[in-house]
Each structure stands twice: as structure tokens, then as C-alpha cells.
T-cell receptor
Framework: GEDVEQSLFLSVREGDSSVINCTYT??????LYWYKQEPGAGLQLLTY?????DMKQDQRLTVLLNKKDKHLSLRIADTQTGDSAIYFC???????????FGTGTRLQVFP | DAGVTQSPTHLIKTRGQHVTLRCSPI?????VSWYQQVLGQGPQFIFQ???????GRGNFPDRFSARQFPNYSSELNVNALLLGDSALYLC?????????????FGPGTRLTVL
């Protein structure tokens, strides 16, 4: 089945780290993605990880993948107010552009 | 370089009407996908078109249809609009059917059905 779940809200203080979690069910997923959506805007691809990887780091972003538990996380170091947005994880298969999105996690960063 | 563009940005229709949404992919991108994002939810896949042919379809009724033109732009059509069709419609483009880090989303068209 296709189902991606995320917690709805996360609130952090500016300068702290944020960790956004996601669980998925489709074991055939090849790629897993994190997208950011600011109010009234489309989706911005932040990073992705191939399913045979455990970790990927890209500047302030760290993605961890636990395939056994089908758990994906996004860590944002030194979170800034500009990071306030909704974050979506999504899973995709190799032979298609179809992405299955989670419900989104609203990140609020306060001073 | 221009990103994915969509038109119109906002649209208000009444129940029973039909609507056409347009998408222009990034130059050189041959694949276009459409997603529906209802308020408070994640985007739901509607269609993928590649080289002017439908390559994938989500769980949407036949009131939803799309096409891709020789210049790779695309239209999404929705007939007999229902209140539940109110959503942000997102278009994404990528160079090919197989996409990793190069699927780009447009800003979306916000459709309100009254």
C-alpha cells in the first residue's frame, strides 16, 4: 500500500536543531525526498536519498533513512526563522515521476 | 532561466462548470506531472505525461483529463466541478520519466469552486 505519515507540527527555538520524521509503507520505493512549501507557494525540493543509502548530508540538512523500520528523518541544524514552512516527505519509484507525499509537518521557528 | 510556470494563478468557478489549467515546463523538460493539493494535506498525484503520452494516472475520476502538446506544455481539464475540487493544482516538470533530483514544481493554480 501507499501511505506516508508525518507528525503535524514542530516548534523550535531559533539556533536549535529541528528533526522532522516520516514513515512510509511502500518497500519498493527507490527514492525518498524532502520538499519545503512556504505559504502560498509551490514545492521546493530540499534533498533526496536513494533507498540503498543510510544517510545524506547537505550543508545544514541531514537525512537519515532506516529501511528496516521504513523511517525517514530530516535534521535541520541551526534552524532559522526563514526555515518556518511546511515540510513534506515523499516516496518515489525508479520508473515513474509519481510521488507519494506525506501530510506535511508545519515547522515554526521562534526567536 | 524560467522555472515551471502555471496559469492562471487563481481561479473561481461554480459547481458544474469546467476549468482548464495550464503549465509550461522548464525548457528541455519532456515530462510533466499534475498534483492536487487540498488545504491541509499533501499533494496527490493526478497524471504524468511524457513525450505527449499519458504515462501514469492517479485515483481521480474521469472528470479529470490532461494532455501534453508538442512543445511539452500541458493542460489539465476538470469537468462538472464539485466543491471538493477546490485545491491548489501543482504542475511539476522533469527532463525524463525517471527523475531523481530534477523534478521542479511550479507555484500552482489555486482553484476555488463555489
Amino acid at each position: 500500500g501507499e501511505d506516508v505519515e508525518q507528525s503535524l507540527f514542530l516548534s523550535v527555538r531559533e539556533g536549535d536543531s529541528s528533526v522532522i520524521n516520516c514513515t512510509y509503507t511502500d518497500s519498493s520505493s527507490t527514492y525518498l525526498y524532502w520538499y519545503k512549501q512556504e505559504p502560498g507557494a509551490g514545492l521546493q525540493l530540499l534533498t533526496y536519498i536513494f533507498s540503498n543509502m543510510d544517510m545524506k548530508q547537505d550543508q545544514r540538512l541531514t537525512v537519515l533513512l532506516n529501511k528496516k523500520d521504513k523511517h525517514l528523518s530530516l535534521r535541520i541544524a541551526d534552524t532559522q526563522t526563514g526555515d518556518s514552512a511546511i515540510y513534506f516527505c515523499a516516496e518515489g519509484a525508479y520508473n515513474t515521476d509519481k510521488l507519494i507525499f506525506g501530510t506535511g509537518t508545519r515547522l515554526q521557528v521562534f526567536p | 532561466d524560467a522555472g515551471v510556470t502555471q496559469s492562471p494563478t487563481h481561479l473561481i468557478k461554480t459547481r458544474g462548470q469546467h476549468v482548464t489549467l495550464r503549465c509550461s515546463p522548464i525548457s528541455g523538460h519532456k515530462s510533466v506531472s499534475w498534483y492536487q493539493q487540498v488545504l491541509g494535506q499533501g499533494p496527490q498525484f493526478i497524471f504524468q505525461y511524457y513525450e505527449k503520452e499519458e504515462r501514469g494516472r492517479g485515483n481521480f475520476p474521469d472528470r479529470f483529463s490532461a494532455r501534453q502538446f508538442p512543445n511539452y506544455s500541458s493542460e489539465l481539464n476538470v469537468n462538472a466541478l464539485l466543491l471538493g475540487d477546490s485545491a491548489l493544482y501543482l504542475c511539476a516538470s522533469s527532463p525524463s520519466r525517471v527523475s531523481t533530483d530534477t523534478q521542479y514544481f511550479g507555484p500552482g493554480t489555486r482553484l476555488t469552486v463555489l
